[in-house]
């Protein structure tokens, strides 16, 4: 069974910088693709990076790439997402998801195996 539980999330200032985490239990990461996703209030389910389970790459979607950072620790069975330079539209709830032997295709379209509880991400002066 797919347990992940996202942590990390709080309030910052505009520029600054926080690293959510997605730990998993009852499986190993290694093989499982972890994608990342956002919800902001008001809007739609938001897919914002993927890391795949079936090679090396990583995926990010425009608003993000150059200020987020996905990354797997598989001695820590966790990944991470690594946020700089945030911005007030990033405010919202993050989600990390699961899935074995995916390779992140149209990831932000994806309806992943399992899905962690969030994490609430708010960025505000």
């Known amino acids: 069974q797919v347990q992940l539980v996202e942590s990390g999330g709080g309030l910052v200032q505009p520029g600054g910088s926080l690293r959510l985490s997605c730990a998993a239990s009852?499986?190993?990461?290694?093989?499982?693709?972890i994608g990342w996703y956002r919800q902001a209030p008001g809007k739609e389910r938001e897919g914002l990076s993927c890391t795949s389970g079936t090679d090396d790459k990583t995926y990010y979607t425009n608003s993000v790439k150059g200020r987020f950072t996905i990354a797997r620790d598989n001695a820590k069975n966790t990944v991470y997402l690594q946020m700089r330079s945030l911005k007030p539209e990033d405010t919202g709830v993050y989600y990390c998801?699961?899935?074995?032997?995916?390779?992140?295709?149209?990831?932000?379209?994806?309806?992943?195996?399992?899905w962690g509880q969030g994490t609430q991400v708010t960025v505000s002066s």
């Open positions: 009852g499986f190993t990461l290694d093989s499982y693709a």
């Open positions: 998801a699961a899935e074995e032997s995916y390779n992140c295709v149209d990831y932000m379209l994806h309806a992943f195996d399992g």
